[in-house]
């Protein structure tokens, strides 16, 4: 009966033991406490990516439109402006670059001209000879 006791006794206080280092050691609720919040965290950071990934597939889709409904808009005017002005000089018509179907599908507008900023004739040092000091 004295080792029924004893093995008894044992037992409980291995089981108190266990409880009492459980709920008594501050390094293990902090380590819950940080896993946590850790694991909260990441929740949050993948919430957060998929409204990132929500929101530029969103922006890409509606800048297709906006792209797509600015050809056609180019290519109604560039239309109704040589059907309603048919005797407008073509340097005077500002839509005189008419989209064909395969540069509207190619997202460029055709180039035949440089850019305003320069200017038509040499200017500066590269100008004639009328600026030279002997």
Do not use: C
């Amino acid at each position: 009966m004295t080792w029924e006791y004893a093995l008894i006794g044992l037992v409980v206080g291995i089981i108190i033991g266990a409880i009492a280092m459980r709920f008594g050691n501050r390094k293990l609720r902090q380590q819950q406490e940080l896993q946590s919040e850790l694991e909260k965290n990441k929740a949050e950071l993948e919430e957060y990516r998929q409204e990132l990934v929500g929101h530029f597939a969103r922006s890409a889709e509606l800048l297709d439109n906006m792209a797509r409904d600015y050809r056609q808009l180019y290519q109604h005017m560039a239309k109704s402006s040589s059907n309603l002005l048919p005797d407008m000089p073509l340097q005077e018509n500002p839509f005189k670059y008419r989209l064909t179907e395969a540069e509207a599908d190619n997202d460029q507008a055709p180039v035949e001209m440089p850019p305003r900023d320069y200017s038509d004739g040499a200017s500066g040092l590269l100008r004639g000879g009328a600026g030279k000091r002997d």
